[in-house]
């Protein structure tokens, strides 16, 4: 592994770290979270807006780029960082989470997967070997190895799956041939301590440059997640990177920062944002289609600093909302991304500085003293909308 990918720890506070990740594509500073780009766009968003609201990483979806446009076509146009004109550095998923989503449309053995794509109907196969040339040839500077992602409270099905997991990791190993490309294993285990011990231990045990902690936030509590994290963290080396994969509140970045996690990525604020929902710092949301924002003259978050809230009011984008045009996508993507984005910066910095501790106090102090604030049960929305 060339020097591109060397992990510095620059300061501690308890298991929180900051620090660097080299990478092909310049240096990512950690903890950061990444704003997912599906089908290599960050939706409703050019790059240079995903620039402009903080983002140093996106993550694109092998799933979604196998079945269109297609890997060979990403590859003969330059790579994903060409085709979708992003510089910084990408992560790609394995396709794994995707296709085990997929339910009746797909068959599971020891090998691989067989699926039928959600497009066409048409049927594919994935397996590790595939997964992993599917990756080299969209060119991210992050892989991951293919995984399985089973139920969390399915012991049986967990056991079974964290053996295929071991044995995918070992195998997307041995298929990895691109030294400019950082391949990092997955511990799975679902919420039981045992088997995510093992699983950690195990991947650890891998040499990969970094590691993802996969199959939570998919229905557990919060509480079993963060016991998880908890868990894992104490067992994957330190001078690595730790990946959350799937996680994007305000909440789940200061918890999984408290536990050491050092990158993160969801789809929830872009989500949120096509439904017309804006996330503030404080883990609130405002449901922008509510009639009391009509003529409501503030920022979305007076504590905001992004375009968004610098130019328009709850009543303008309201009105954007509710009229259906595409500019209050964008606009609330915007302000949600950069509100993530932001928070991690801000974390990275108090970690820097030694007052990470006083920071997470303070930050709790305000999202308990706003969360029992009288509110109308038009203006707070906390359920994430659907697909």
Known sequence: MKPWFRFEVLATAGKARAGIFHTPHGPLPTPVFAPVGTRAAVRALTPAQVRAAGATLVLANTYHLYLRPGADLVAEMGGLHRFMAWDGPILTDSGGFQVFSLGDLREVDDDGVTFRSHLDGSLHRFTPEISIRVQEQLGADIIMAFDECPE??????????????????????????????????????????????????????LGFPGHAIGGLSVG????????????????????????????????????????????????????????????????????????????????????????????FSRAYLRHLVVSKEMLAASLLSIHNIHTLTQLAREMRQAILEGRFEAWVAEWKAQ?????????????HDQHAPGP
């Open 220 to 311: 557990e509590t919060k509480a079993e997640m963060y016991a998880m994290v908890d868990l894992v963290t104490d067992i994957l080396p330190a001078d690595k990177p730790r990946y959350l994969m799937g996680v994007g509140t305000p909440e789940d970045l200061v918890e999984g920062i408290r536990r050491g996690i050092d990158m993160f990525d969801c789809v929830l604020p872009t989500r949120l944002a096509r439904h017309g929902t804006a996330m503030l710092r404080d883990g609130r949301r405002l449901n922008l289609r509510n009639a009391r924002f009509a003529r409501d003259p503030a920022p979305l978050d007076p504590q905001c600093g992004c375009y968004t809230c610098r130019t």
């Open 152 to 205: 969390p409270y399915d012991r049986a099905y967990n056991e079974q799956a964290l053996q295929r997991t071991h044995r995918w990791a070992e195998r997307s190993l041995r298929a990895h041939t691109r030294r400019d490309q950082a391949l990092f294993g997955i511990v799975q285990g679902g919420v039981f301590p045992d088997l995510r011990e093992q699983s950690a231990r195990f991947i650890a045990s």
């Open 367 to 379: 999202a308990t003293a706003t969360a029992s604030r009288p509110t109308s049960a038009e203006e």
